[in-house]
């Protein structure tokens, strides 16, 4: 997806917010908007929006110092997707369609985003997001893809969205391999996040290689490309991902919670809605 | 009122929708991103919103080549106002303190507001400030010094607002200097549109010499200078006057709906509230 107009004054907006979560230095914070402020020019609006995402969160580590300012606040959003692993699980057992159920929960563990979100209610939001119709509902094309193909590529997205993609993995019964972000990027999930949700008992966890909050191929490493060219199968996880990959040619399916309104008109959709889309399918 | 941190992503957000106001080409609206984005460093955060304000709706005039971008826009709402006129004036007729509803009928006016708002409905605005309770409400002080005065300044705000500032001014029966801005800023209310509006017929119109989206002292003209030095009773509408003489010692009544959450903070009340505050009194 290219940037738009409106990702303009939202990266700005992202800049300060990060900065606060790693600093409470007012001057550190005014640089940083300084330092974000000169880069809007050299931003092209034929960039994805998370190649820029990843040249503000470098800005923000280098002017305050703070290497991962969001470790805390994964920490704690693992922490209490983890608590509700047991519910989410007899959710999923209880259900008529299981597999669908399951990526219900994926899509409401979506939900747990700082980068456009400024707060957000996760119990909730899994009612919600159980019983609410989707925008775009690609299911059978998504079970037959499923029903051919012998493993999965999974990409992450947030930490503690991970517990919620824990379900999934475990209801898809196939190999799958989980794909996180080489370095810290927002609440974005690493290595050591899926560890902490228990991926890496459910799967094979990879790094992208990138320290973009989104997959862009081209700051990736040499082994997710591999599992990215050769996969039949991808499912791919929120907006950051979508930001990414939308214009690329491998089938995917894109798993999301629609939460800017620049995501929901290049989808097609509204803010608030829930996606299940399938793209080279 | 000195500049926050929040201002500075709110500046960027303006500075978009003025453009798009008068301009749809992407690239012009590219290039007021650029330009203001290259600003932000020389955006001491110890000046007033406004001064930002002045320098960002002059980039957005020189690079659309469109000088007031909000005139059709602000027409409209003297229209729309006026219409409502009528219906105004029997709110204050049939009410038992005709002063005070002239007074909440001002403040419902102030949401007539393209800078922080990206919408309001200003019916329903009427409605809701005839009622609810003031967060600050200097009223008693308000009576004492108008009392004790025989001519009022009046500091206006934005186009449309000057109807319903219209309506208190005629309630006031005292002779009324009401000050516009030199130059079209935002939906801010100049000359043209204070006669649009008919203030001319009830108070003498002066312009304050500025082209700031709020009164900046340094910025205006001699003439207003002294009869801001000379008036024991000021009344001031909106934020962005208040944002411009919030640190200044003449006795000022600010009369404002709170629109965004860092005006409250400095205000020290809450998004939405209504406000009639005495400075200096």
């Known amino acids: 997806m290219r940037t738009y107009l409106d990702c303009i004054p939202c990266f700005v907006d992202q800049a300060l917010r990060a900065g606060r979560i790693a600093t409470d230095d007012e001057k550190k914070l005014k640089g940083i908007l300084d330092e974000v402020g000169m880069m809007l020019r050299d931003i092209p609006l034929e960039n ?12 923000v580590r280098k002017i305050t110092g703070v290497f991962d300012p969001y470790k805390k606040l994964k920490r704690e959003s693992t922490e209490k997707a ?32 700082f980068g456009p979100n400024k707060s957000f209610d996760i119990e909730e939001e899994i009612d919600d997001v159980l019983t609410k119709d989707f925008a775009i509902f690609d299911y059978d094309e998504f079970k037959d893809y499923f029903g051919n193909t012998n493993e999965i590529l999974y990409l992450g997205d947030n930490a503690g969205e991970t517990v919620f993609d824990r379900i999934l993995i475990e209801e898809l019964k196939k190999p799958v391999t989980y794909v996180v972000r080489a370095v810290p990027v927002i609440n974005d999930a ?6 902490q949700a228990g991926i890496n008992e459910v799967a094979t966890v990879i790094s992208s290689g990138t320290s973009a909050p989104g997959t862009i191929l081209k ?26 990959l939308s214009n690329e040619n491998r089938p995917i399916f894109f798993l999301l919670k629609v939460k800017c309104h620049v995501i929901a008109q290049d989808v097609g959709v509204n803010v608030g809605d829930i996606v299940l889309k399938g793209m080279n399918v």
């Open 82 to 113: 983890l608590a509700l692993y047991p519910s989410l699980k007899s959710k999923v057992e209880q259900s008529n369609d299981k597999l669908l159920t399951a990526i219900r929960i994926a899509i409401a563990g979506n939900v747990i985003d």
């Open 190 to 195: 690493t290595c050591e996040d899926a560890l």
């Open 219 to 244: 700051t990736c490493n040499a082994e997710f490309k591999a599992a990215y060219n050769k996969s039949n199968f991808i499912i791919s996880k929120g907006q950051g991902n979508y930001e990414g």
């Open 48 to 59: 994805t929006p998370p190649e820029t995402g990843m040249l503000i969160y470098d800005k």
